[in-house]
């Protein structure tokens, strides 16, 4: 699938242009509260805009994540098929830290603010996110050791990531809940808000 536009992160920054994107995106989800949204909204957002960041620490070749860096592919229905940033970083871990700091932060607070979902609730998210995107690069176990330390150097006071095993699979265990149930939907397989036995055999079902 082909981006039908491609706008600067430094967009996440606007709030009217997040609050015009997080109500676009009750066509996808149906009416649902404005924090309901919100969440979703970041739940989707924030696996694409980490993306090029943890690829690029897992690969050796660090980007640059700040929101002045970062480009976001949109299709017309308000869904975002990927992100890129523009510029090497010049640096490593501290540095790559700072501007996630810098970024996440800026976006968590804009969509706090536009929508009234918690930044504590946005924040856990943010390390999920991160947490699948180190999961899904080549060297999964490698990974997971760049986990603690990636999100410790993020000064946002977020939660530390946390991963299971199911089988020989890893696999994130959540800290966040996306609230896609809020519109409908199931709870996602890993969702906190199950027991941990259902949550368990659920794991099970879909990683083997």
Known sequence: MKPDWTAS??????????????GGAAKLYGCARPEVLGTIWWYSLSSVLVAPAVEGLVAGTPVDPSLDAMELDLVADGRFLGARSTR??????PELGAALTGALGTAISTIAEVSGARKRALGAIATDSLGNRLLWTPDSERAITLAEPLVAAISLDLPKPRFVRVGRTPAVRRASCCLIYEVGNPKCVSCPRQTPSEREARLRAALG
């Open 9 to 22: 992160a430094t967009r996440l920054a606007d709030a009217e242009w997040v609050r015009a994107r997080i």
């Open 88 to 93: 090497a970083l010049d640096g490593g871990l």
